[in-house]
């Protein structure tokens, strides 16, 4: 599935992180959003410890250019099935407002894309004197466990403050009373909708952003019988929110799981981007909050399309084979291929 800023991964980048997960050698892989996708740079060898090797990304780091930073865990398996690599978003703040908008939209999609279960932590910074052996070491005594917001969240703020200021944003500082990263309130129709949904009458209802008069509003509601029919309900043009009430059998038991589905189309403007993105986590927390939803999943996609019975299944009940199998793996480097 691709993601909100509607970059995904190219060939060679994909190609270039088998080659690296297998490459004992190798302690980070950069990778950089070029003419619309995100494409792999230079991969950069160990030569020492992990936090020695902090001082080999200096020369790849600038005051401007933002970069995502793929770095080796030294326990990192040979078989890429366990979680040992660190991603670094660095977001500058000399960087352009429409490149940072990117980065910050499109690291969801690098993860998923990758694997998100070759990732063991996520590190965010705009300062370059972070990526040091001192600011991992700072990183990794904390865990990220005294940050406020997500790496996300923090870039995309970051965003917003960037817009607003060269005039670009033109949205409302009005808040929700559940996140300060919601900027538009919900309408009542929305919470009547949401505390609604129960499968009766309908399953899924699609909310947009209107603009003009600055909320989210209800853009549908609907009963339908397969999750291949979300296609036709959901905007292919414009960025969405969608909730949906995914009854299903799995393992012999019956699940009824709420899904949230944020699409945003390759097409769609980067200012709607933009805004959707900022929103989409305060939206969850309105619904979670208002209508007593427990959310089960989060989704990204393009659009409609991507959202399908087995992927669905995929998503809300992992396989863990290949993880168990990798922790039954003896201590002995792993360097058989």
Do not use: W
């Not at 009458?201 to 952003?209: A, G, H, R, S």
Request: with cysteine; glycine share 6%; charged share 30%.
């Amino acid at each position: 599935m691709s993601n909100q800023s509607g970059i995904k991964a190219s060939t060679a980048l994909l190609d270039a992180f088998r080659a690296f997960t297998i490459d004992d050698g190798a302690r980070s892989l950069l990778v950089k959003i070029e003419n619309e996708s995100l494409e792999p740079g230079e991969v950069i060898r160990a030569r020492s410890s992990y936090f020695d090797d902090v001082e080999l990304l200096a020369p790849h780091v600038s005051d401007q250019d933002p970069l995502y930073i793929l770095y080796r865990t030294d326990d990192y398996a040979a078989t890429g099935t366990t979680a040992g690599l660190t991603l670094i978003s660095y977001i500058p703040d000399g960087a352009p407002v429409r490149r940072k908008m990117l980065y910050a939209s499109t690291r969801n999609t690098l993860v998923r894309e990758l694997g998100g279960d070759k990732i063991a932590a996520s590190f965010f910074t705009t300062e370059k004197d972070e990526i040091t052996r001192e600011g991992f070491e700072k990183f990794a005594a904390h865990d990220r466990l005294a940050q406020p917001l997500t790496e996300e969240e923090r870039a995309l703020r970051s965003v917003r403050e960037d817009e607003a200021k060269e005039g670009l944003a033109g949205t409302s500082t009005r808040k929700s009373h559940v996140s300060s990263g919601l900027a538009f309130p919900i309408s009542d129709d929305v919470g009547r909708a949401l505390s609604g949904l129960n499968g009766q009458d309908y399953n899924m209802i699609v909310l947009e952003i209107d603009v003009a008069n600055e909320r989210i509003e209800l853009a549908k509601k609907a009963q339908i019988e397969e999750p291949t029919h979300l296609h036709g309900l959901i905007s292919t043009d414009q960025p969405r929110y969608t909730f949906f009430l995914f009854k299903h059998e799995f393992g012999q038991v019956e699940h009824e799981s709420f899904v949230f589905i944020y699409t945003c189309p390759a097409g769609s403007k980067i200012k709607e981007r933009m805004l959707y993105a900022s929103c989409r986590a305060a939206i969850v927390a309105e619904a979670e909050a208002i209508a007593g939803l427990k959310v089960h999943k989060r989704i990204e996609a393009g659009d409609g399309s991507e959202i399908t019975r087995e992927s669905l299944l995929a998503d809300l009940h992992p396989q863990q084979q290949e993880t168990k199998r990798a922790f039954a793996r003896p201590k002995a480097p792993g360097r058989k291929r």
